[in-house]
């Protein structure tokens, strides 16, 4: 069983398009992420779900927006691609850090990245 | 600003030979560092976590280690199937923020 699914594994698009990557993670956790890699293979977030509410928004252009219909998806919506918008789009789900008392730990769970190219 | 940093970037090691990896982090508050091994076209798999000075984790070749400063995670007797990308991530704040290094890319040959 896949724990944390993407979908597309691969995306090219031209510039201009609107675009989205879906994602499900079938774990029961109650908190989603998505996390942007860049061709010098660092992993920066974007955003974080928890039970449906944004939590964490990064300073990442408005035409980036997430969409979670419910707690086991969180969806990324891309509007105006640009060729910096190129790079692997990695999804990661999380247990609820609101259960682990004074230790607040995160040990996340990865999808398996959707590379996006912008010609 | 809080930074994480790994060394080196790169290593090169034979079967058998024992290495370690460096994580040095600056960090206000750490609630937690986390290693994962990343493989070419995929996403990043957890190995461990530590939360304070002193803490060890092992698993199989891999031991891991935390001091106020920076984490080490040695590599002993490694194969060729441990070649991947290990990357180091400290936690910030309570919302699991996670802010990686930039990895360290380990090849093990026969």
């Known amino acids: 069983d896949t724990a944390v699914s993407q979908t597309p594994k691969y995306l090219v698009t031209q510039m201009g398009n609107d675009k989205s990557i879906k994602c499900e993670q079938n774990?029961?956790?109650?908190?989603m992420y998505w996390y942007k890699q860049d061709s010098k293979k660092f992993l920066k977030i974007m955003f974080s779900?928890?039970?449906?509410?944004?939590?964490i928004n990064e300073t990442v252009p408005n035409r980036f927006s997430p969409k979670s219909p419910d707690k086991a998806h969180l969806n990324l919506h891309i509007n105006s691609l640009e060729l910096g918008d190129s790079a692997v789009y990695f999804c990661?789900?999380?247990?609820?850090?609101?259960?682990?008392?004074?230790?607040?730990?995160?040990?996340?769970?990865f999808g398996p990245g959707t590379r996006l190219t912008v010609l | 600003e809080d930074q994480v940093t790994q060394s080196p970037e790169a290593l090169r090691l034979q079967e058998g030979e024992s290495s370690s990896l460096n994580c040095s982090y600056t960090?206000?508050?750490?609630?937690?560092l986390f290693w994962y091994r990343q493989d070419p076209g995929k996403g990043p798999e957890f190995l461990f976590t530590?939360?304070?000075a002193g803490e060890e984790k092992e698993k199989e070749r891999l031991k891991a280690t935390l001091t106020k400063k920076e984490s080490f995670l040695h590599i002993t007797a490694p194969k060729p199937e441990d070649s991947a990308t290990y990357l180091c991530?400290?936690?910030?704040?309570?919302?699991?923020?996670?802010?990686f290094g930039a990895g360290t890319q380990v090849v093990v040959t026969p």
């Open positions: 990661a789900s999380s247990q609820d850090l609101a259960h682990r008392g004074a230790f607040t730990y995160n040990e996340q769970f």
């Open positions: 774990l029961g956790h109650d908190t």
């Open positions: 779900y928890n039970n449906k509410e944004l939590i």
């Open positions: 960090v206000s508050g750490l609630r937690g």
């Open positions: 530590l939360y304070s």
């Open positions: 991530a400290v936690q910030e704040g309570s919302w699991g923020k996670l802010q």
